[in-house]
């Protein structure tokens, strides 16, 4: 009887050599490349490419690099407007049916000369703007580590926020990367010309419109 047994394990412990905990594990397949944010990163163009002297690209993971690619949109499109701004009020300055006519002078005075509602209109404008952009892109704080604050949604594009009244946003993938592209092109062209705005009209005082008129 003692014999059967020992025959019964020895045979048990010789098919276990051959079952799958026995059998050398079969070589893991290799992963499937993960395309970062990086490797399709609109507004990288010729002859410049990826331009980044300072490298903070280099230091920075896909959600850092998309928190990067919102501070640049929203501040280009801010700054694309800021231009406008500059230029028609001081266009129509004196002639416009807004504040009674009263707002003169170079654009960098013109705020400090408004009436003060509409600093409450202003506020709540930007505030609703903001709130509007934070549910559309962001992170709910309540469900975001403390060692990463402000998060950006998984599936959200930096930038897309889904307001597009005039339907001009093109459904061919290629498209619509060339539209963004020229967004991104705009939006930085408009934050230099807004900086030497200010910084012309608060060296000399004078309006860019009149700056632009004494050189015709």
Do not use: C
Request: overall charge negative; cysteine-free; glycine content about 10%.
């Amino acid at each position: 009887m003692k014999l059967a047994i020992s025959a019964i394990a020895l045979f048990a412990g010789s098919a276990a050599a051959f079952g799958p905990f026995g059998a050398k594990p079969a070589p893991a397949a290799a992963p499937a490349a993960v395309e970062s944010f990086a490797d399709n990163l609109v507004g990288a163009l010729p002859p410049v490419g990826f331009w980044d002297p300072l490298g903070f690209a280099e230091k920075a993971d896909d959600a850092l690099l998309k928190k990067y690619r919102e501070a640049e949109l929203t501040h280009g499109r801010v700054a694309m407007l800021a231009v406008l701004g500059f230029l028609v009020g001081e266009k129509v300055e004196g002639s416009s049916f807004l504040f009674d006519s009263q707002i003169s002078g170079p654009a960098i005075t013109h705020i400090p000369q408004v009436p003060e509602g509409f600093w409450a209109l202003l506020l709540l404008s930007i505030g609703a703007t903001e709130q509007f952009r934070a549910e559309k892109g962001w992170v709910d704080p309540s469900e975001t580590p403390i060692d990463a604050p402000g998060m950006l949604k998984a599936d959200y594009t930096p930038g897309d926020l889904g307001f597009d009244p005039l339907g001009l946003k093109p459904e061919d993938p290629e498209e619509f990367r060339e539209m963004q592209t020229k967004e991104l092109q705009n939006g930085r062209l408009a934050m230099l010309a807004a900086a030497g705005f200010l910084a012309q009209e608060a060296t000399d005082g004078k309006g860019i419109i009149e700056h632009l008129t004494s050189m015709s």
